[in-house]
Nanobody, 131 residues
């Protein structure tokens, strides 16, 4: 099961690092994506990272325009963790953040930012940006 953590209350302009861990699968074998969902809005794909074993572009990354330039996704394979660091946070970044994977996929591409692409989700972690 995937588990997202690291959420909390942060002031506008602040930085947060979210972590996605798993107890039963090796995250480095699969594409991992981060999503968020604000109240009353659809789930939005933010970023993904390819499998470390992907022959095409191992650990390749992709970012949605909404977070490009202020988000960094990375792997800590020793810790079986995928991190998403976000900076310059604003109130509109307030949402529940989720990590997800498709256990049959290795590549990160824009299609991996569609919620329908993934079949394995963790519970979310709340991020609130407020002064």
């Amino acid at each position: 099961q995937l588990q997202a953590s690291g959420g909390g209350l942060v002031q506008p302009g602040g930085t947060l690092r979210l972590s996605c861990t798993a107890s039963e699968i090796s995250l480095n074998m699969y594409v991992i994506a981060w999503f968020r969902q604000a109240p009353g809005k659809e789930r939005e794909g933010l970023s993904c990272i390819s499998s470390s074993d992907f022959s095409g572009n191992p650990d390749g990354t992709y970012y949605a325009d909404s977070v490009k330039g202020r988000a960094t996704i990375s792997r800590d394979n020793a810790g079986n963790t995928v991190n998403l660091q976000m900076s310059s946070l604003q109130p509109e970044d307030t949402a529940v953040y989720y990590c997800a994977t498709n256990l049959g996929a290795a590549a990160c591409w824009y299609g991996a930012l569609s919620p329908n692409f993934h079949d394995y989700w963790g519970q979310g972690t709340q991020v609130t940006v407020s002064s």
